[in-house]
């Protein structure tokens, strides 16, 4: 079992920055896909961001340019660097696990462990 805890999230004008951490058990950052969502009030979970076990990252157009996945493999945490913040990306944001996953990463019913999620808000 893979415990995850996020931590970073809180208020921040729009045009700033955030980074988010993602604390997780044992060596899962190496083991597993990790990956970040969020989830706006209304919407569905959408995918952000994943770190494959070798280390590849891959973003999806909400992210591109403007947030950086990492991952910290003697800390075992993984963060989200988010920068040129914008009033759209108000949400609660969750890191993710998944032991198999590919290139089906951005499918959230895919994963096997979530952490309990971090609330961005940004104003305008």
């Known amino acids: 079992h893979v415990q995850l805890v996020e931590s970073g999230g809180g208020s921040v004008q729009a045009g700033g920055s955030l980074r988010l951490a993602c604390a997780a058990s044992?060596?899962?950052?190496?083991?597993?896909?990790m990956a970040w969502f969020r989830q706006a009030p209304g919407k569905e979970r959408e995918a952000i961001a994943c770190i494959f076990p070798p280390g590849y990252t891959y973003y999806t157009d909400s992210a591109k340019g403007r947030f950086t996945i990492s991952r910290d493999s003697a800390e075992n945490t993984v963060t989200l660097q988010m920068d040129s913040i914008r009033p759209e990306d108000t949400a609660v944001y969750y890191c993710?696990?998944?032991?198999?996953?590919?290139?089906?990463?951005?499918?959230?019913?895919?994963?096997?462990?979530w952490g309990q999620g971090t609330q961005v808000t940004v104003s305008a």
């Open positions: 044992g060596d899962a950052v190496t083991k597993n896909y």
């Open positions: 993710a696990a998944g032991r198999t996953l590919g290139f089906s990463w951005p499918r959230a019913a895919n994963y096997d462990y």
